[in-house]
């Protein structure tokens, strides 16, 4: 992960609101967005991720707030004349035309001359890994390689910042995985700032120096990827990104920056107040727990805090077991997952188990 | 099996459809003034006659001139409505449109009377210009379903992708639009063309002195001496017909091809 | 926020770009379709004696429309003989829509298509015109249906009647019904039919239980297509059909132009634009009753 102390912002917004008719589709965004960071939109479909990639193209109007983008208003500034370039979701690669004419598409206002067109297109298709490509016909491309033109025609421009609209949705599970350490390279060789909109959280968390988390047109968290696994900011952050444990538990009492909180069927347990985003105020509350923070104790093993269980449901991934476990004195089950290893026997339904749990893992929610 | 019984039963409604068609040629060339069997010979003659007639002349320049401009105007109009149509959400369009469609359900005699009455009462005198007003209003909704495919056919993305890489609205309309759109636009002028062409009941009612081809057709079908020398004209007309219709037919395919969509069976 | 008059927002909206686009041709119909439409409907309230028109309001026509045998029989008689087209053309083309949807190659469809639309763009004026030359007295099929013996003399009634204009309509039309019955053949979900066969029926049975049920929106867009020009037509009940198949467009042309009573042809157009009116709905309704989910 680059550092990100210094760079100045690149995309400014302010209080973007959007509305279509009577539906609030953006409300109230407020972010700023560095130069060079690799950030991604994420969120369920309809929170307003792509209105809002689609605001900073300037395909959409905003109906009210301000974006600015390296440090000038946009307001009124057609999507022609923005510093932005975008990479469709269907890639929108021009039938009629061939690979290397729609790569050069953008260029025939540069005033340039023929042989420099020709290099600087055979330049951006090798970025790409498709050099040579120039004369073959658009539309007899795969999934994968009109991707790649796409991004070739929209970074030959140089643009300041690339918009990428679920670029990885139309592909299949491989191709996928494929170009996701592809597009991280470009970006750190290309050095721009890329904002990504996706769905997937898997695909953010893989490839993202921050992410905003949306939720019906607001951002629910900014943060780089850690940040947002370890500290989800609520109980629908913390749902939405990973896998996430909820069991109910009671705040005894907050004194000097330690959280004292009760959870049956674990104990009781001292937290910090930076694992606590809510008041924290005494009285019932919620517990999250990632899957991996919880341990299954095999013969031998043991742990400062353990709590006891039985398994409930078994899961077998090849290289990961997920096991469900109801714990003693738990209202619901907790998914534990542990790796597989040599030696390591797989536990049954009905088995009991001992689980290790560590505090500083916890996050309080209310 | 019941595949063999219909494919008898299909091949028989085709010779029931072209049966009549067919008989054209078969009676142009043939050598005998009686649209009768037994033939008698075979004969140019008829077709001969066709080159002598100076009414018939002038009615084919008629309609030929208000094809083309039909064509023309038709598709003009069409291609404005079906882009408003299939890109643009605003309100009153469904009525809006519907209206504009309307003549498709229309009895061609409604539209050739209102038309009559109005010209009438408003004084006009019918000319070529009357009938192109006709025919341009009930071609325009052939035209807009012809556009109107060829515009969902293409990616929206398309033409906001060409904005983003920094073209104005109208030469993203001339360097990607319109190169997509084109084999529409063609099948579409094609289309138009036959079909004002062939087109009777208005051009009857609305025409002045000049008649256009169809109407002369009409006024010669009362001379028996004449009928031969008219399976000649309608020979040739069929197979104008034919070819315009061929290749509409091919523009319409290579521009699926173009665009490297499935093929989903013809125009309507 | 901008500065730009409200206007100019306005017409930089959707909405208003997509009323600019529309307005050429929607201006176009108001004038070549409201207007005229308009104005048929105007002057069937008046009357005309000889060449000049008398403005005053009346429903002398109507009245008249109403109640003389004469052009109440014309209209029964051009819905009569509309409904046996479209009854015809509809029950011919629903086979050959079957065939080209199921047992057709899917690579073949569109020629298959392509050769039955071909006769359609061809002179409707020709065409009826060699209907006349077919169906006449010392005509082919007279002619043929001698030769075999099946027949002594030619037959009477084939020609110079409303069974000629039945014939030669329900083959003008064929077209126009054989594509909506297609589309929504092809519509249809062939695993539809395959679960039926898994469920236990025959082929015949899932035909009446399934296919046909869902291609019942196809076969009445049919009918409303072919039913709708076939009762204004003009040229076939002239052409051939005598005096015993005349329909309402004669009529209106001999009042325009022959008897110079302009307004009597408009109220019969009217007249006859309500009927087509309410039969259209009645079938609409129909249709939408059927696809309604029980």
Known sequence: ???????????????????????????????????????????????????????????????????????????????????????????????????GENVGFGLRKAGMGKAEKTRLVGEALEMVGLGGYGARAAHALSGGQRQRVALARALILKPKVLLLDEPLSALDKKMREQMQSELRRLQRQVGITFILVTHDQEEALIMSDRIAVMFEGEIAQLAPPQDLYRRPASKRVGQFIGMMNFLPATVLSEA????????????????????????????????????????????????????????????????????????????????????????????????????????????LFG | MKGRGLHVYAVLYLVFLYAPIILL???????????????????????????????????????????????????????????????????????????????????????????????????????????????????????????????????????????????????????????????????????????????????????????????????????????????????????????????AEFFRRRGLRRAGLPDSGGFL | MSQSSGLAKALRTDAGKGLILISPTAIFAMLLLAAPLGSIVLLSFWTQNFLTIDRTFTLANYHEALTDPLYRSLMWRSVRISLSVTLVTVLLAFPIAYFVSFHVRPSRKSLWLFLITIPFWTSYLIRVFLWRVILA??????????????????????????????????????????????????????????ASRDLGEDKIMTFFRVTLPLAVPGVLAAALIVMIPTIGDYVTPQLIGGSGGTMIANMIHAQIFALNDRPMGATLAVGGMIVIGSIAMTLVLLTRRWTRPR
């Open chain 2, 25 to 247: 040629p078969v009676f142009a060339f043939n050598d005998g003034t009686i649209i009768a069997f037994p033939l008698q010979g075979f004969t140019f003659d008829w077709f001969r006659a066709l080159a002598t007639t100076p009414a018939l002349h002038e009615a084919t320049l008629n309609s030929l001139f208000i094809a083309v401009t039909t064509a023309v105007l038709a598709t003009c109009l069409g291609l404005f409505a079906a882009r408003a149509a299939t890109r643009y959400s605003f309100p009153g369009k469904a009525p809006i449109v519907g209206f504009i469609m309307l003549p498709l359900v229309l009895p061609e005699i409604i539209v050739a009377i209102s038309l009559l009455v109005i010209m009438l009462q408003l004084g006009l005198s019918l000319s070529l210009w009357t009938i192109i007003a006709g025919h341009t209003l009930i071609c325009v909704p052939f035209s807009i379903a012809i556009l109107q495919g060829s515009f969902a056919n293409m990616d929206r993305s398309l033409e906001e992708a060409a904005v983003d890489l920094g073209e104005t609205p109208l030469s993203t309309f001339r360097l990607v639009t319109l190169p997509l759109v084109m084999p529409g636009i063609i099948a579409s002028l094609l289309i138009c063309f036959t079909i004002s062409l062939d087109e009777f009941i208005i051009a009857f009612f609305l025409s002045g002195n000049e008649p256009t081809l169809p109407v002369y057709l009409w006024g010669q079908l009362r001379f028996p001496a004449r009928l031969p020398v008219i399976m000649a004209l309608g020979t040739i007309l069929v197979l104008l017909s034919v070819v315009l219709l061929i290749t």
């Open chain 1, 1 to 99: 992960m680059k550092d990100m102390t210094s760079p100045p912002a690149i995309i400014t917004l302010e209080d973007v609101h959007k509305y279509y008719g009577d539906y609030h589709a953006l409300r109230g965004i407020t972010a700023e967005i560095k130069q060079g960071e690799f950030f991604s939109l994420l969120g369920p479909s309809g929170c307003g991720k792509t209105t809002l990639l689609r605001a900073i193209a300037g395909f959409e109007d905003i109906s009210g707030g301000r974006i600015l983008l390296d440090g000038t208003d946009m307001e009124g500034v057609g999507a022609n004349r923005r510093p932005t370039n975008m990479v469709f979701q269907s890639y929108a690669i021009f039938p009629h035309l061939s690979v």
């Open chain 3, 137 to 194: 007295y010392d005509g082919p099929v007279n002619g043929t249906l001698m030769s075999l013996g099946i027949i002594d003399e030619p037959l009477p009634w084939i020609l110079y009647n409303a069974n000629a204009v039945i014939i030669t309509l329900a083959h003008a039309f064929a077209p126009f019904a054989i594509l909506p019955i297609f589309v929504s053949l092809e519509k249809i979900d062939r695993s539809l039919l395959e």
């Open chain 1, 256 to 363: 000097g920056g330690e959280v004292q909180v009760e959870v049956p069927g674990l104990g009781r347990a001292g937290l910090a107040r930076a694992q606590c985003p809510g008041p924290a105020a005494p009285g019932a509350a919620e517990i999250g727990l990632r899957p991996e923070s919880l341990t299954v104790l095999f013969d031998g093993q043991g742990a400062e805090r353990v709590a006891p269980g039985t398994v409930e449901e078994v899961t077998y991934y090849g290289d990961m077991t997920y096991y469900d476990i109801r714990l003693d004195g738990a209202p619901n089950a907790v998914s534990v997952s542990m790796r597989n290893m040599p030696g390591r026997p797989v536990l049954e339904r009905g088995h009991t188990a001992n689980l290790a749990w560590d505090a500083r893992a916890m996050v």
